[in-house]
């Protein structure tokens, strides 16, 4: 993902298939942060504030479920 492309905007993520896992990664920005709230357990959105947030994530049960990494689930 472009942070630049997406700057203050919510990302969506595709479904995956069971036990999918993904890491996503915020390695560069312009500034700001972005959000992951499609598809994510709980109707949770998980946000990605500085360089070096991670989210990893599994897909079950038709959702991402953040099983780890330093990005803020809320």
């Known amino acids: ?9 919510s990302v969506a993520i595709p479904n ?3 036990n999918q896992q993904k890491i996503i990664a915020m ?3 312009s500034g700001g942060a972005f ?6 357990a709980n109707n949770s959105t998980i946000t990605f504030n500085n360089i070096g947030d991670t989210a ?7 959702k991402w479920y953040m099983i780890g990494g330093t990005a803020t689930l809320s």
């Open 27 to 29: 390695i560069a920005t």
């Open 35 to 40: 959000t992951i709230s499609s598809n994510i």
């Open 56 to 62: 990893t994530l599994l897909y079950t049960n038709m």
């Open 16 to 18: 995956g298939t069971t």
């Open 1 to 9: 993902v472009s942070q630049s492309r997406y700057l203050g905007r």
